[in-house]
């Protein structure tokens, strides 16, 4: 290895000397430079030496006498941040094969925020809907924070980064949490690696968000009297017994079209899809609403588009605990049975 942890170092592209805080691999080593920390190639980083003889003239002028009064002063650099939100960064790991390739062998997963606040988070990564890694943390403001390794074979298992975040400090127009959701495709991947190998970098990376979100408006208490309107004749519900007064929720929903409308076979399949979407969302709120344990959602096989944009759905949703597109002896694989966590 070229370098140690320790060794002082000039990066080549922008000529500025930083020091080596880890090696990564026998490619790349962790380098910090003005308190900034990124990781970078061996073959893009120098020793300083070689530039700080280069700098020196080998006879130096005769030094003049330069008094109190004409000394400039110093002016004061001032470090301007790049605010620009929440990332999830991807650092590629490589080995060389027999054949001389490199090939990528892991990705290494850091949270990095570039915001002026301090959070909290909890971080969910899943495969093919179940779970597999969580960590619950905080990362302060402008810090880089090492999550884990991602094997790379395993992107073809669809992982979906899940993120709650919270204010460590709560600010009262700042709202009380916020998520944010990254699904991985493995041909979205291998297109972004071979554009950073292109360009000589190594990371890349997923902006979550942007700014973290204001408090949701809250309608206040108007203290109207509802008399004069049920005196009107309107009818007034006791909110305390709004469920009496919804439809009733189903624990098992068919959503084959032919069970939707009569009129299907006149429909476009983008009309029947959002058909579809839109009974789903209403069934699926009123499943929440009445508090059911669980339910089962029948979509059919078919090209699995309404299935997947039902699982979009639910993995957003904090009420969900967990689902599952599993063999049923009822329905084969052609249906998802979602459980609730309240």
Avoid: C
């Amino acid at each position: 290895m070229k370098f140690e942890v320790g060794d002082k170092v000039v990066v080549n592209q922008t000529n500025e000397e930083g020091e080596v805080i880890d090696i990564i691999n026998d490619k790349m080593v962790m380098v910090e430079v003005r308190g900034v920390k990124f990781p970078a190639y061996v073959d893009q980083l120098d020793f300083p030496y070689f530039k700080r003889f280069t700098e020196k003239k080998l006879f130096p002028p005769k030094k003049e006498k330069t008094f109190i009064d004409n000394v400039p002063k110093e002016k004061k650099k001032i470090i301007q941040r790049v605010v620009d939100g929440v990332w999830l960064t991807f650092i590629p790991i490589s080995v060389n094969d027999e054949f001389g390739d490199d090939i990528v062998t892991e990705l290494k997963v850091h949270l990095v925020n570039r915001t002026e606040l301090d959070y909290k988070f909890t971080y969910k990564l899943s495969y093919l809907g179940n779970e597999d890694f969580e960590l619950v943390n905080s990362i302060r403001a402008f810090e880089d924070f090492y999550l884990h390794d991602v094997p790379f074979e395993n992107l073809n298992d669809s992982p979906v980064f899940s993120f709650e975040f919270s204010l460590v400090q709560p600010l009262k127009l700042k709202a009380d949490y916020y998520e944010s959701t990254l699904k991985l495709k493995p041909k979205q991947v291998f297109t972004r690696i071979e554009e950073v190998r292109k360009k000589g970098e190594a990371t890349f990376s997923y902006k979550l968000f942007e700014e973290y979100p204001p408090r949701p408006y809250e309608d206040k208490p108007t203290g109207l009297d509802l008399s004069s309107l049920a005196n009107a004749g309107f009818k007034i519900y006791d909110a305390s017994k709004v469920r009496q007064n919804l439809e009733p929720a189903k624990t098992e929903l068919d959503l084959h079209i032919e069970a939707l409308t009569p009129a299907w076979e006149s429909m476009s399949n983008l009309e029947i899809l959002s058909l579809q979407l839109k009974t789903f969302e209403k069934y699926f709120d009123l499943a929440i609403v009445h508090h059911l344990p669980w339910m089962i959602v029948i979509h059919g096989v078919g090209t699995g588009k309404l299935r997947d944009e039902i699982h979009e759905i639910i993995r957003l949703r904090k009420e969900v605990k967990s689902f599952a597109n599993r063999y049923h002896p009822a329905y084969g694989y052609g249906a998802t049975e979602i459980y609730f966590g309240y």
